[in-house]
């Protein structure tokens, strides 16, 4: 059995699906601090195949032992956490509390079942502001964020955990910018409120809940001017997870860490015209100053994924944008 800590998330949901339609058993635990009940039915529709759930916290160490307890757990893909930037600079302690102290509780559960396999979510933003893209494994970490900081601190929990234990072995994903959704629409990424994040943002424009996109800044070193990232289908992100479990079930042991990305760099209005061409709507914006923060390039060197893990991004930015527009409109 895998079991998947925040399975009912954008990421997660995904994950899902591409497990269940492989034949394999899952149990899925969340405490639904920012996913929905109705995804567990989405899911099961859409792949056909049921699993386990429990409504569970990573912070309450009993309710995590009983699910390692009732099943024979394998593995552990672990997405559950905080995950908003803006809001981890606000409440740092919500978020190392959250992120650190309850990945901490799972990984002595783990050790208390005997479970020594995990495939962790962690994230490009380790990369701080990097010193040159396409950015490899290699490269130096930091960060400038709360949210960042706990997936660097977790990343040395683990590293330092491994060595400790020879039987732990672990996959840190570093994702670059997952956006898009399932193509039938019924599942994919709807964000509380007011979204952070571009894709959600231009799709709420585009379905008329918010008048205009805000672009952050057209005087950055790029193409255009607007900010570089690596977008990479939620879809391509999801199956990286399953080569991950297949790395995993190799006999060696330690740490493998790879970069999950396209290896492509688009910019913030190559992805508004992409969204405008495949969709056909129009996207107003406006250009306003930079967000602090913010950097002008991120992209990935996916080389290491591709020839250790067989994985590579398949689908291309039109499937992307399609795809989001699609579950925005199913959705809402
Ligand atoms: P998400 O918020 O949609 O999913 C996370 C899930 O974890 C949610 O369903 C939430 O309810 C659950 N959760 C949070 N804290 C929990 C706890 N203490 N106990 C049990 N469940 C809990 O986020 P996502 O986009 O699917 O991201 C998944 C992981 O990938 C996160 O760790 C995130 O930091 C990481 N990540 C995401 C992105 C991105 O852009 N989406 C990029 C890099 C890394
Ligand atoms: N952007 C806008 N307007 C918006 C939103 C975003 O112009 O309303 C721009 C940003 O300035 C940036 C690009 O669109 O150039 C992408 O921004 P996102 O907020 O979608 O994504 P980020 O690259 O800033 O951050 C995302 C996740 C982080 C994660 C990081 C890893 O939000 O959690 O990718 O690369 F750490």
Redesign the pocket.
């Known amino acids: 059995m895998i079991l998947l800590t925040g399975g009912l998330g954008y990421i997660g949901s995904h994950t899902c699906v591409e497990l269940l339609k492989r034949g394999e058993r899952i149990v899925i635990m969340d405490n639904l601090s920012n996913s929905r009940e109705e995804a567990m039915d989405n899911i099961k529709a859409i792949s056909n195949a049921g699993f386990i759930f429990y409504k569970a916290d990573l912070l309450d160490k009993e309710s995590m032992r009983k699910i390692f307890r009732e099943n024979k757990i394998d593995a552990v893909v672990h997405f559950a956490g905080l ?1 908003a ?1 803006g809001e981890s600079v606000v409440k740092p302690l919500a978020y190392y509390k959250n992120n650190v102290e309850g990945t901490l509780n799972l990984l002595e559960v783990m050790e208390e079942f005997n479970c020594s396999k995990m495939v962790f979510s962690s ?3 380790v990369y701080g502001s990097p010193e040159r893209v396409p950015i490899t494994e290699d490269m130096p970490l930091s960060t400038t964020n709360p ?2 900081t706990t997936k660097l601190m977790i990343e040395q929990i683990l590293q330092d955990y491994a060595k400790a234990n020879k039987q732990f072995k672990v996959a840190i994903l570093r ?3 997952p956006i898009g959704a399932h193509e039938s629409g019924a599942i994919g990424e709807d964000p509380n409120g007011i ?5 959600p ?1 231009i799709a709420r424009v585009a379905s008329g809940k918010l008048e205009c ?5 057209n005087d950055y070193p790029t193409h255009d001017g ?4 690596d977008y990479i289908h939620v879809v391509d992100l999801a199956k990286g997870h399953l080569k991950a479990l297949d790395r995993l079930a190799k006999d060696d042991t330690g740490v493998f860490i790879y970069n999950l990305g396209s290896g492509r760099g688009y910019s ?1 209005l190559d992805i508004v015209q992409a969204f405008e061409k495949a969709n056909g709507i129009k996207i107003n914006y406006k250009i306003v100053e930079r ?1 602090p923060g ?1 950097i002008a390039k ?1 992209y990935a060197d996916a080389t290491k994924a591709w020839k250790e893990l067989g994985w590579k991004a398949e689908k291309t930015l039109e499937d992307m944008v399609r795809d989001a527009w699609n579950f925005e409109q199913k959705h809402r």
Do not use: E, H, Q
């Not at 979204?195 to 894709?199: E, V, W």
């Open positions: 995950k930037v994230s490009a933003t949210y960042g994702y670059f910018n979204p952070n994040n571009l894709m943002y996109l805000s672009i952050y800044g607007t900010g570089v990232r913030v967000r913010d991120c």
